[in-house]
């Protein structure tokens, strides 16, 4: 009946969120979400924080407008906490927003106009591929290895397409958990800067780091202002203040804020406030310590229950840090056709095919580790095993 | 250096906005913005209400993700808010956005494509006019009077354009401070019923009158789902929260939901849930009446001077609510040119044109008369009126 836009008038609700809905009965042990565990939420400093800055001298502020770019005091307490990742930012290169989603929306309303072609990892964060459809552009997936792209490929799709972006999550990767090398990183930057792609280097997970050393991002290899680099505090401060910032070349960035001055004004002053104090008072590198230590023994505990419980024909990644795991099915099984079945046993995963540009990977699965206690991932990794293995015919 | 995306290529910070940066300047008297008083800021009442949250048994869901469609709680605030207004709402007809600038984008994302045509008031909302443009939407402006809208021109523009939609600041307009007439809305709903328009109704200042009769919004006369009434709280309790809500029919709705999902994934928790205390508590009510006194006295203050001061040949509003006076100028004097001299003699409007859809209105300005104290009122219109003298050479 309505004269819906191109963009949105075939968008509806995945499947896959619709079956989702069910996993919120109590019973369900879900790995399928990608949230920090309640019980790593810091809601004591969050208290603390918001009670002082409410009772503070400049309280009224947070309450009027402030400027697009961001609050002045966060985005002074943003350059100092990018250059602990080595990363040299001064005030025109960064731009608050309202969590990475936001940064990946305002990215797209840059650069790309309908038909633009954007290159990707395969599979690659599944919201992504949403936001891609809303700018119509053209998905492509770029094959990947244990070292991250193959540069292969990606030098084939940089030549055949000529995207104008390419986009990738190289530390701990959604959804495969994967780190890039850094050979594969240089390699991506040289690639991307010859055939004038920018590069969109999502990072939220890259704090998170439980085993194995420091990979530096890409951006830090970027002199050529070719890498917008996105950081969230969603995963390590709390989803909900929707605090996150892009950090690029000051046009991009320039560009980025007109996008933003349209798509909501500004981010809320008390949630940016929030999160320039909890860096402030040393509560960041604090509660990311302490939430560290219950993310790696819930990650280990994943690992030792699909050791122990998956057929030897499943395969998996073993992450040294963020919020995922990754399996592979037997070719013949399909993930998404099993997830009904797994609902019902009460366990739930996201069929690997919605995180593909191409809708591959129907023997997939992500696994998220972080949002159960260590007894019921052990729990629910036997079920799903059990499962898996009734399709196998074990 | 970038290849841009067509819809933000051309997209610069206004320069009115560059010239409206030196009004930060403390001597500056200015009637540029629209932001409420930061003395009419709720502080006592947030400090309260946040404590209470952060303290209270689901402190810790005001963190972790939530639901796109808004926080159940301030949802079923909004129905029975949005029911003292005489709109019937369900819960699938509600979107919580990111002030109502969100709303105005996710609305032209669901309708527009590139190319197609929307209709304003001639002049109407300037923030429109930008985020129309991040769509390429073909923006023209209907020709309006003292009653709302011209129907005539409507209808004309209606039968050659065949809009997609119709965006309205019916009650206390911005910019020129208006509200339609009952026959003009109910004339708008059947003339864009009848040509297939879906009308965007956006209302941030409806609560703010002053003085004269309560209108219901357009909303209220829509019996087909072809009006999405947008209502912000950015004017009632504070611009820095982000919250507002678009109200519709539930296609619509849906439509908007999925923009969002795209967009930001969701308003944050504790902002929402702020407002939802706030009219739990009902101080909602208490605080706009006191607002509304302090309004009220700031609105006078400025008609009585500009009464006093004014030289004859200019022509303003008398608005009965909101934040906005608009002033027409003899033709030949050139608001826009003038401004800099304004802002040198330390008063500050926005020229008129920004308002309109197709530049013209070089002799108007737009007056806000709600930041400023009584003294500075006086004293501002006082030199503007004078630097008005030497322009008509009186």
Not at 46 to 54: G, K, P, Q, S
Not at 213 to 222: N, Q, R, T
Request: proline share 5%.
């Amino acid at each position: 009946m309505y004269d819906f836009s191109d963009r949105i008038k075939n968008l509806n609700g995945t499947a896959t969120r619709e079956i989702l809905k069910l996993t919120k009965r109590p019973e369900v042990i879900s790995f399928a979400g990608g949230m920090p565990a309640a019980e790593c939420l810091p809601i004591d400093e969050v208290r603390e924080i918001a009670r002082d800055l409410l009772s503070g001298e400049n309280a009224v502020s947070l309450l009027q407008y402030g400027p697009t770019e961001g609050v002045a005091e966060l985005n002074e307490r943003l350059i100092a906490y990018l250059e602990t990742l080595g990363l040299k930012a001064k005030p025109e290169n960064i731009q608050v927003v309202s969590g990475g989603q936001q940064g990946i929306d305002l990215m797209l309303k840059a650069f790309v106009n309908k038909g633009d072609t954007v290159l990707v990892e395969n599979p690659t964060y599944l919201a992504f591929l949403q936001i891609a459809k809303t700018y119509e552009a053209n998905v492509v997936g770029v094959d990947a290895d244990a070292d991250g792209l193959v540069i292969s490929d990606l030098e084939a799709k940089l030549k055949t397409y000529r995207p104008k972006l390419l986009y990738v999550v190289p530390t701990f990767s959604n959804p495969t958990g994967k780190t890039y090398t850094v050979e594969n990183r240089k390699s991506i930057l040289r690639l991307c800067e010859k055939y004038g792609a920018v590069i969109l280097e999502d990072d939220p997970y890259g704090r998170l780091r439980y085993d194995g050393e420091e990979v530096p991002p890409l951006k830090a290899f970027d002199e050529h202002g070719s890498v917008v680099y996105l950081t969230s505090f969603s995963k390590t401060i709390a989803p909900s203040l929707r605090v996150a910032v892009a950090f690029g070349d000051k046009d991009v960035i320039r560009k980025i804020s007109i996008g933003k001055q349209g798509a909501d004004v500004q981010s809320p002053a008390l949630c940016q406030m929030i999160v320039a104090e909890y860096l402030k008072r040393g509560c960041f590198d604090k509660t990311l310590e302490r939430n560290i230590a219950v993310y790696r023994e819930r990650k280990d505990a994943f690992l030792n229950a699909l050791d122990k419980y998956m057929p030897s024909s499943v395969r998996y990644t073993r992450p040294d840090g963020g919020l995922f795991i990754w399996a592979e099915l037997p070719q013949d099984i399909d993930a998404a056709a099993m997830l009904p079945e797994a609902v019902e046993r009460n366990v739930a995963y996201i069929q690997g095919n919605e995180f593909y540009a191409d809708g591959r990977g129907r023997n997939t699965m992500r696994l998220n580790f972080s949002s159960s206690s260590v007894q019921r991932i052990e729990k629910g990794v036997k079920i799903l095993a059990e499962l898996i293995k009734t399709k196998i015919g074990e």
